[in-house]
Nanobody, 122 residues
Framework: VQLQASGGGLVQAGDSLRLSCAASGWIFSSYVMGWFRQAPGKERDFVAAISWGRGSTYYVDSVKGRFTISRDNAKNTVYLQMNSLKPEDTAVYYC????????????????WGQGTQVTVSS
């Protein structure tokens, strides 16, 4: 599985962005696609995930109500709609695929895309 993330940019606080992650290769219904982010000097953190089959979604508390993860199975693409962006959302965002549904927030993700920079100015 190869992943290609896009959609990052420089925006102002309160603005919106939509990230996309296109996957090539087989994505099975038991897989989970997730978004992570890494701010400068910090560890990479879980942001959101979606199960490929049922579409169950998972979020970190800090983005609930502002971010929405969705998928288009026909296009093998997952999206992260980010609204009401805050300066603390500034980070490099990565998409990833886990072959297990068991721990979407902190399980093992086997495949990673390159990051896309999101910068939110105050």
């Amino acid at each position: 599985v190869q992943l290609q993330a896009s959609g990052g940019g420089l925006v102002q606080a309160g603005d919106s962005l939509r990230l996309s992650c296109a996957a090539s290769g087989w994505i099975f219904s038991s897989y989970v696609m997730g978004w992570f982010r890494q701010a400068p000097g910090k560890e990479r953190d879980f942001v959101a995930a979606i199960s490929w089959g049922r579409g169950s979604t998972y979020y970190v508390d800090s983005v609930k109500g502002r971010f929405t993860i969705s998928r288009d199975n026909a296009k093998n693409t997952v999206y992260l709609q980010m609204n009401s962006l805050k300066p603390e959302d500034t980070a490099v965002y990565y998409c990833a695929v886990s072959r297990s549904l068991e721990r979407p927030r902190n399980g093992r993700y086997e495949y990673w895309g390159q990051g896309t920079q999101v910068t939110v100015s105050s």
